[in-house]
């Protein structure tokens, strides 16, 4: 597994990541037994860098990554967690008082005295175009509470914003080949000013998985079902705004742009993570097969890629452009 600088923290993080969403059990249930499981063999497929959020489960999966930590002193893995949904997303609710808040849950959750990183967890523009914001995540750091901050953010203006501030250490943001708007700008403006990027939702909520059909059905507490229009939070979280049944169609269009023995994963992961300033892609998985393929993505033939390359601009000039370009 390739590790990469996580910008200038003196950290290397891998390649490919975990996002750990799903053991919050925000995607269906998912056993404390399989949670584990999926954070072992991630590690020992070389995978040094799982990103949380206080708010996945409501700290179940900081929980879990702490337990597994713990048992495994030496692990090299860098904990990215976020912080900023505990409260309404509004301005008001991003104080110094509510970030040290914030931090002394997830410093419990995660058992360690320091954070490796926290990010804003997609607050309002005001939140990261505010000086106070840097501030107060800055004391944090002067105290000792955090080792470096970053931001998570919804769209390209916002990654921009966060991009030009000194202290952060990465901006999170979606990309995948259902969402390309990163590549205009957002990922050379990283690349100059040395701020880490990490690919989030890489596999679109699992429909660039190549699983899926018309007929394919999501638990009811799955935000596949309940947030496709945007009903809890930004639309763009689910399926990375795209129509499910337009996603079907450009999946299987990109799927038949691949040799056998590729999977649409596999490539999907391996091209995000080729191009330039992203630093690690972060997909979740669910099961020990999940992770196991996600990190092996990372030995695809890069002649195989540059043939995917051409196609997911392809199919995303014909299919997405006109809908999802424009947006976030």
Same mark, same amino acid.
């Given at each position: 597994?390739?590790?990469?600088?996580?910008? $200038? +923290?003196?950290?290397?993080?891998?390649?490919?990541?975990?996002?750990?969403?799903?053991?919050? $059990?925000?995607?269906?249930?998912?056993?404390?037994?399989?949670?584990?499981?999926? /954070?072992?063999?991630?590690?020992?497929?070389?995978? +040094?860098?799982?990103?949380?959020?206080?708010?996945?489960?409501?700290?179940?999966?900081?929980?879990?990554?702490?337990?597994?930590?713990?048992?495994?002193?030496?692990?090299?893995?860098?904990?990215?967690?976020?912080?900023?949904?505990?409260?309404?997303?509004?301005?008001?609710?991003?104080?110094?008082?509510?970030?040290?808040?914030?931090?002394?849950?997830?410093?419990?959750?995660?058992?360690?005295?320091?954070?490796?990183?926290?990010?804003?967890?997609?607050?309002?523009?005001?939140?990261?175009?505010?000086?106070?914001?840097?501030? =107060?995540?800055?004391?944090?750091?002067?105290?000792?509470?955090?080792?470096?901050?970053?931001?998570?953010?919804?769209?390209?203006?916002?990654? /921009?914003?966060?991009?030009?501030?000194?202290?952060?250490?990465?901006?999170?943001?979606?990309?995948?080949?259902?969402?390309?708007?990163?590549?205009?700008?957002?990922?050379?403006?990283?690349?100059?000013?040395?701020?880490?990027?990490?690919?989030?939702?890489?596999?679109?909520?699992?429909?660039?998985?190549?699983?899926?059909?018309?007929? +394919?059905?999501?638990?009811?507490?799955?935000?596949?079902?309940?947030?496709?229009?945007?009903?809890?939070?930004?639309?763009?979280?689910?399926?990375?705004?795209?129509?499910?049944?337009?996603?079907?169609? $450009?999946?299987?269009?990109?799927? #038949?742009?691949?040799?056998?023995?590729?999977?649409?994963?596999?490539?999907?992961? $391996?091209?995000?993570?080729?191009?330039?300033?992203?630093?690690?892609?972060?997909?979740? =998985?669910?099961?020990? #097969?999940?992770?196991?393929?996600?990190?092996?993505?990372?030995?695809?033939?890069?002649?195989?890629?540059?043939?995917? #390359?051409?196609?997911?601009?392809?199919?995303?000039?014909?299919? /997405?452009?006109?809908?999802?370009?424009?947006?976030?």
């Amino acid at each position: 597994m390739h590790q990469r600088p996580l910008a $200038a +923290t003196g950290r290397s993080v891998s390649a490919i990541g975990l996002g750990t969403w799903q053991l919050g $059990a925000d995607w269906g249930d998912v056993s404390e037994v399989d949670a584990l499981d999926v /954070l072992a063999t991630s590690v020992e497929a070389g995978v +040094t860098l799982f990103d949380t959020a206080d708010v996945y489960g409501d700290g179940r999966s900081e929980g879990l990554i702490g337990r597994f930590l713990a048992a495994h002193p030496g692990h090299g893995v860098t904990v990215a967690t976020k912080m900023g949904r505990r409260l309404p997303q509004e301005p008001e609710s991003y104080t110094s008082a509510h970030f040290r808040e914030w931090t002394d849950r997830s410093r419990k959750n995660l058992g360690t005295d320091t954070l490796d990183l926290v990010q804003l967890h997609c607050p309002p523009s005001a939140v990261i175009e505010a000086d106070e914001t840097y501030d =107060a995540l800055d004391a944090l750091v002067d105290d000792g509470a955090i080792a470096a901050y970053g931001v998570s953010v919804e769209t390209c203006a916002q990654a /921009l914003s966060a991009i030009a501030r000194p202290g952060v250490s990465n901006v999170q943001i979606i990309f995948n080949p259902f969402r390309l708007k990163p590549l205009d700008e957002v990922l050379p403006a990283a690349e100059a000013a040395g701020v880490a990027i990490f690919a989030r939702v890489p596999l679109a909520s699992g429909l660039l998985s190549g699983r899926y059909t018309a007929s +394919t059905s999501f638990a009811a507490n799955d935000h596949r079902t309940f947030n496709r229009h945007g009903e809890a939070f930004d639309r763009g979280e689910t399926f990375s705004g795209v129509d499910f049944e337009t996603g079907l169609v $450009a999946a299987e269009e990109l799927s #038949a742009a691949l040799p056998d023995g590729v999977s649409l994963p596999a490539a999907s992961l $391996a091209w995000i993570a080729s191009r330039p300033g992203v630093t690690s892609v972060i997909p979740g =998985a669910r099961t020990t #097969a999940q992770a196991r393929s996600n990190a092996d993505a990372g030995s695809i033939d890069p002649a195989v890629l540059e043939t995917f #390359a051409s196609a997911v601009v392809d199919v995303y000039d014909r299919r /997405l452009r006109e809908d999802i370009h424009p947006q976030w």
